[in-house]
Nanobody, 114 residues
Framework: QVQLVESGGDLVQAGGSLRLSCAAS????????MAWYRQAPGKQREWVAT???????HYANSVKGRFTISRDNAKNTVYLQMSSLKPEDTAVYYC????????WGQGTQVTVSS
């Protein structure tokens, strides 16, 4: 059974940066396309970024140029480096497989103050 543990969320001022981590167990991220998602209060969960196992990355238009997804296969961990944060980035952030088929972790809260 795959387990995902997200961490690194915090309260940060607009314009600031954060790095989120997602530690996976029960599978090897080396052979999986991984993604970050987020859910803002009162909104549906939305896709943020994808890292394919070949190294290709994709980003939602709302975060392109500001967020970077990366992975450390040896640590079985996926990262999301976020910079130039905006209040609209406030959400609970989750990682999952690129098709969102695994059980969701508890997420990590990112709050951006204006």
């Amino acid at each position: 059974q795959v387990q995902l543990v997200e961490s690194g969320g915090d309260l940060v001022q607009a314009g600031g940066s954060l790095r989120l981590s997602c530690a996976a167990s029960g599978t090897s991220i080396r052979i999986n396309a991984m993604a970050w998602y987020r859910q803002a209060p009162g909104k549906q969960r939305e896709w943020v970024a994808t890292s394919l196992y070949g190294g290709t990355t994709h980003y939602a238009n709302s975060v392109k140029g500001r967020f970077t997804i990366s992975r450390d296969n040896a640590k079985n961990t996926v990262y999301l480096q976020m910079s130039s944060l905006k209040p609209e980035d406030t959400a609970v952030y989750y990682c999952n497989s690129a098709d969102g088929s695994w059980a969701w972790g508890q997420g990590t809260q990112v709050t951006v103050s204006s």
